[in-house]
């Protein structure tokens, strides 16, 4: 199982980045897809989720309207596009996938939003 997330880096405030997780050795497909970050010094934040088949995405409030969370499942991948970002939005960023017992994590991308 492989989840490798990419597309990390240095954005001014007011930047966009997008986020790609690219998925291998299960059923991408059957698994809810999460985007989760960390700052230094806090804990694991949950930023957005899209389920198996999409449809309906759900966000942090600390992120809604700009951060959108999409999954193409016949690439085995999934998304975040982040608009607007800000200061606080700098993190390293985790993709998950979920089912029932099941949760894989990828390794994070560091996403930096600095001036």
């Known amino acids: 199982v492989q989840l490798v997330e990419s597309g990390g880096g240095l954005v001014q405030p007011g930047g966009s980045l997008r986020l790609s997780c690219a998925a291998s050795?299960?059923?991408?497909?059957?698994?809810?897809m999460r985007w989760y970050r960390q700052a230094p010094g806090k804990e694991r934040e949950l930023v957005a989720s899209?389920?198996?088949?999409?449809?309906?995405?759900n966000y942090a409030d600390s992120v809604k309207g700009r951060f959108t969370v999409s999954r193409d499942n016949a690439k085995n991948t999934v998304y975040l596009q982040m608009n607007s970002l800000k200061l606080e939005d700098t993190a390293v960023y985790y993709c998950?996938?979920?089912?029932?017992?099941?949760?894989?994590w990828g390794q994070g991308t560091q996403v930096t939003v600095s001036s």
């Open positions: 998950n996938a979920f089912r029932g017992l099941y949760d894989y």
């Open positions: 050795g299960f059923t991408f497909r059957s698994y809810a």
């Open positions: 899209i389920p198996s088949a999409g449809g309906y995405t």
